[in-house]
């Protein structure tokens, strides 16, 4: 065997064991994305009796960090956001009374659903299905 031949059959092997590790790159992954749009189950994440005393809920729920913050539309009804400003990537902050998330690196503001109300964030918050079950608050991330 000739020293250029050997070195194509070498690049050709190179080549067809890197193939899978390319195109797996390349695909999405739809498995997360499909869990991250509530396939997933409920987790409480605290008693409405402790929502309304402090206002808000603030949680870790499988690694994501959300806030729970009752509706001002329906009382009975809660709602759960990223604290993640969509500007510069800061912790918001609910203000109970202003009843806005606002966020103290150049002052984006956000509606309790995480809507954009002033400022520079580009995007809403990330927001996630909440709903209340007796006392319970229970959010699906």
């Known amino acids: 065997m000739k020293r250029r031949e050997f070195t194509n059959l070498l690049g050709l ?3 067809a064991t890197s193939l899978p590790v390319a195109i ?4 999405s992954d739809s498995t997360s994305e ?15 009796a402790d929502l309304v005393a402090q206002g808000s ?32 990537g800061c912790t918001v902050d ?8 606002i966020c103290p690196c ?9 809507t954009v109300v002033g400022g520079p964030p580009p995007k809403p918050l990330a927001t996630f299905e909440a709903k209340v079950e007796g006392d319970q608050v229970m959010v699906k991330v």
Request: aromatic share 6%; charged share 20%.
């Open 13 to 15: 092997g190179l080549l």
């Open 24 to 27: 797996a790159a390349c695909q």
């Open 34 to 48: 499909a869990e991250g749009q509530g396939s997933g189950e409920f987790t409480t994440v605290g008693s409405m």
């Open 57 to 88: 809920v603030s949680t870790t729920v499988k690694g994501q960090d959300l806030v729970v913050v009752r509706d001002a539309t329906n009382p009975d009804a809660v709602l759960a956001v990223s604290p993640v400003c969509t500007h510069a």
């Open 94 to 101: 609910w203000d109970r009374a202003e009843e806005l998330f």
């Open 106 to 114: 150049h002052g984006g503001r956000y509606s309790p659903d995480g």
